[in-house]
């Protein structure tokens, strides 16, 4: 998918914003009227393709796409009639007679392009969530085109004369905050775009960028591939040794869902599958087997190999970043972003490499010894499939805390329904079930979003399980634009899709914790999303900064006060007992060397392909270990993702980025201390933090936001005390 971001960056991508359509919000509109010819065009498009939902209103409740009615088939009709329509559009604003002004420029290229937005979010969020060998089809076919018309903006150069003269004379416009930060923008946006090459650069900047959108999508269809190619049935009971009851009925429940006979149990490589196997199976070769399998996705030398991407993607966007004047892709990236620069990023996280290498090393020297002492191990040295069940056990023999245990206080509609109770004290929020709506599968939930008051928010997709047709990991994306073709604001429709553990035939879905936080993570970009509110479609947000409205939510999913409201076991209804809760709160910074460890790996790993000299001529084994041996990493641990399947980097926005999170974690973990010391239900910072952080999203400074919200700069050290780490 061209536009897909992983993770819930889709929901910043543009097609975001909130509050009930009004009138006093149509008259403030900023953008221009819809003229006769593109009225005219529109009802001829209409005329050609009258089964086509796309190409008139949707006639739905709220205006959600309509599921029942969309066909693979009707997508590549529309984004061609998207494409055709912004180009008139920006046709209309380069023939304008009048001088460039804000209006006529800005403001109107900030309108462009609404139907495409349309269209293309509902596609890349089903080419994501339910993608079929058909819509792949269309991808690579309207990938290209997409990435041409991308081009044929950027490279206008009447298009960009015009922006350029507003932009020359900004300082004597009398602009807003807002009108401000959306020219500097644009004209940025223009200038990374190749608005200043010569002929001759800008046609090999077209290649590139050509070629890019080809190897990305492939990629990630490489990944996908090879996610479901493998299957590891065990039909001999003896190879379930020490699997707790729950694993063995989930990978039956799989088993049968595959069409295998009784007596059989399915473990793929899917994560809710494989990390229960590894953490609880005693077969130490079985074990080997399906992390290997993991391990070597998109790395086996057959169609779906994904080495030549990585080397090819690394190469073009190093040569693209060059032709623009940058030294590396990440220094074109990164001067975004809050860290502005790659010596920036590698000196933060070189800064907390130190101590996690510390911490990551003591916990494995504990779990070796666990190992020592297991006769049923075998003399070993522990491995990365080791890590799992040993730090299981080490976590029941410190603390007597079992993971399994927990899971039947995580339901996965208590789970919801507690963080239903949190936006209520946060915010007000009432979440009312629309199962009526049309929905892209039987399996997903719909949720009307109100306010305190009843006013109409937003409308919320959550879609929990994995299947073959979904990409892994989780994420929130959207359906729909901020504003129809008239300038009037729309409410938002925010999705949520992840891989959760799946119901089975005795007990309903039973998140792990990590679940559990996962799902605080994505509902908290979709609030963001759902309270959006700016005058501009556009939103600029600092790659680094995106996971703040996110992870500031993981603070409240194991706060005492919230479990009482919503950890209650599926079958007593008891909450959660006090007992476990403090053995909760105790194994907190259980595990974190090795949790921190994988990540910091992983952004190293990214940011090394992305600053690389000649990532073209790498062996990308070889150039994976001598990213690792250069900061000693174990080889019990492994980056969170190998090159071959690292598709937050290289089928998805977060290149010379996946350092953010942990960077996000300063803002997040700075903010969380302004509600524990007003109280972590307290409406008046929640209000501030809406109003200040949420709503203004992407359309301001983000420091400057914060700073609205706190009162100073966030300091370092929530981030340090929340993963015990100490930094000398
Ligand atoms: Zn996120």
């Keep these: ?114 139907f495409l937005t349309e269209v293309d979010s509902v596609f890349s969020s089903l080419g994501s969530a339910m993608t079929s060998p058909e819509l792949q089809a269309v991808d690579r076919q309207t990938a290209p085109l997409l990435a041409a018309h991308s081009d044929n903006i950027s490279l206008n150069e009447k298009l960009f004369a015009r922006v350029k003269d ?61 996610t479901n190619a493998f299957k590891m049935v065990l ?35 899917h994560v809710p599958s494989m990390t229960p196997f590894l953490t609880y199976s005693e077969r130490r070769p079985l074990r080997e087997k399906i992390h290997r399998a993991y391990l070597m996705k998109g790395d086996n030398g057959n169609e779906f190999d994904n080495k030549e991407n990585v080397r090819k993607i690394a190469t073009l966007r190093r040569e693209r970043a060059q032709l623009l ?61 080791d890590w799992w069940l040993y730090t299981e056990r080490l976590r029941q023999e410190k603390y007597a805390l079992d993971d399994e245990a927990l899971r039947p206080y995580f339901k996965l509609d208590n789970v919801r329904d507690g963080i239903f109770a949190l936006c209520g004290k946060l915010y007000g929020l009432q979440f009312i079930p629309r199962p009526e709506l049309p929905r892209y599968h039987p399996d997903v939930q719909v949720f009307e979003v109100q306010e305190a008051d009843g006013r109409h928010t937003g409308i919320l997709y959550m879609d929990f399980h994995p299947r073959p047709s979904k990409r892994s990991g989780a994420w929130s994306g959207g359906f729909r634009r901020a504003y129809d073709e008239q300038g009037v604001r729309v409410p938002p429709i925010s999705t949520i899709t992840c891989n959760f553990t799946a119901p089975t035939a005795d007990a309903p879905a039973l998140l792990s914790t990590d679940e559990a936080g996962t799902f605080f993570h994505e509902f908290g970009h979709s609030l963001a999303t759902l309270f959006s509110r700016s005058r501009f479609r556009t939103r600029t947000v600092a790659r680094d900064s995106v996971e703040l409205p996110s992870q500031i939510m993981e603070h409240w999913v ?76 174990i080889p019990a641990i492994v980056p969170r993702y190998r090159s071959t399947y690292f598709s937050h980097i290289f089928s998805g926005g977060y290149a010379a980025g996946y350092y953010a999170y942990i960077w996000s974690e300063v803002l997040d973990c700075d903010a969380y201390e302004a509600f524990r010391e007003k109280g972590i239900f307290d409406r008046a910072t929640a209000e501030s933090f809406r109003k200040n952080v949420l709503e203004p999203f992407g359309t301001d400074d983000i420091m400057a936001q914060y700073v609205r919200f706190r009162g100073a700069e966030p300091k370092i050290d929530g981030l340090l005390k929340n993963r015990g780490l100490t930094v000398k």
Aim: net charge negative.
């Design 325 to 385: 004047g940058y030294a590396s892709h990440a220094a074109y990236v990164l001067e975004r972003n809050m860290a502005k620069t790659p010596e920036k990023v590698n000196e933060f996280l070189a800064q907390l490499w130190a101590p996690t290498l510390v911490k990551a090393k003591e916990e494995a020297a504990a779990l070796q010894a666990l190992m020592d002492r297991d006769p049923k191990a075998g003399r070993g040295t522990l491995a990365s499939w």
């Design 558 to 633: 194991f706060e005492p006060e919230l479990l009482a409201l919503y950890a209650k076991h599926y079958q007593t209804g008891e909450v959660i007992p006090a007992a476990l809760v403090e053995k909760l709160e105790k194994s907190k910074l259980f595990n974190q060397g090795f949790i921190t460890a994988e990540y910091l790996a992983a952004s190293i790993l990214d940011m090394a392909w992305h600053t690389a000299a000649d990532p073209g001529a790498a062996d990308v084994r070889a150039f994976e270990k001598e990213a690792m041996d250069a900061i000693g990493l």
């Design 166 to 226: 507003v932009y020359d004379r900004r300082d004597s416009l009398g602009l807003a905050r807002d009108e401000l930060f959306l020219l500097e923008n644009t004209y940025k946006d223009f200038v990374r775009g190749g608005a200043l090459l010569d002929a001759a650069q800008k046609a090999r900047f077209r290649e590139l960028n050509q070629e890019l959108s080809l190897l990305t999508v492939g990629f990630g269809e490489n990944v996908l591939a090879e």
């Design 1 to 114: 998918m061209t536009t897909l971001l992983l993770l819930g960056a889709l929901a910043f991508a543009g097609a975001a914003a909130a509050c009930k359509a009004g009138k006093d919000e149509t008259a403030k509109s900023p953008w221009p009227a819809v003229s006769k010819e593109a009225r005219a065009a529109a009802e001829a498009a209409l005329a050609a393709n009258p089964d086509n939902p796309f190409f008139k209103p949707y006639g739905t409740p709220f205006n959600v796409p309509p599921f029942d009615r969309i066909k693979t088939e009707h997508f590549l009709p529309a984004i061609q009639e998207g494409i055709r329509r912004e180009q008139a559009e920006v046709d209309a604003i380069v023939a304008n007679k009048a001088a460039p002004d804000f209006a006529n420029t800005i403001a109107a290229l900030d309108h462009a392009g609404i």
């Design 235 to 269: 039909t001999d009971k003896a190879d379930l040794a020490g699997l707790p009851a729950s694993v063995v009925a989930m990978a039956a429940a799989a088993a049968k869902r595959a069409g295998l006979p009784d007596g059989q149990w399915l473990f793929t490589i």
